[in-house]
């Protein structure tokens, strides 16, 4: 399995950006998903997540209220109010099973990661 995210870019504090991840077959439409972010020197972090019918979410404390994770096809990551310490790349993955997940070790398969830059 592929995944393959998208949509990053450069943004003004404010500002809004929406992030996509498609997957190479019909296996992650079974799968939970979910959104991490790392930055130089630093583990990755979750930020957000679904179940695979996307009944379920969970998000990271410091996103909680401004971003938004959905999926039809894909997963889409609706981030809102960016700040500068959103700044990261910026990775999508496929869970091991349905469930949603903010553990890193229940994903099995990363896309290359979108770079998200947000200036002051």
């Known amino acids: 399995v592929q995944l393959q995210a998208s949509g990053g870019g450069l943004v003004q504090a404010g500002g809004s950006l929406r992030l996509s991840c498609t997957c190479s077959?019909?296996?992650?439409?079974?799968?939970?998903m979910g959104w991490f972010r790392q930055t130089p020197g630093k583990e990755r972090e979750f930020v957000a997540a679904?179940?695979?019918?996307?009944g379920v979410t969970y998000y990271a404390d410091s996103v909680k209220g401004r971003f938004t994770v959905s999926r039809d096809n894909a997963v889409y990551l609706q981030m809102n109010s960016l700040k500068p310490e959103d700044t990261a790349v910026y990775y999508c993955?496929?869970?091991?099973?349905?469930?949603?997940?903010?553990?890193?070790?229940?994903?099995?398969?990363w896309g290359q990661g979108t770079q998200v830059t947000v200036s002051s």
């Open positions: 679904i179940s695979w019918r996307g």
């Open positions: 077959k019909r296996t992650c439409s079974n799968n939970g």
């Open positions: 993955a496929a869970g091991r099973g349905s469930a949603a997940s903010t553990d890193r070790s229940q994903y099995q398969y």
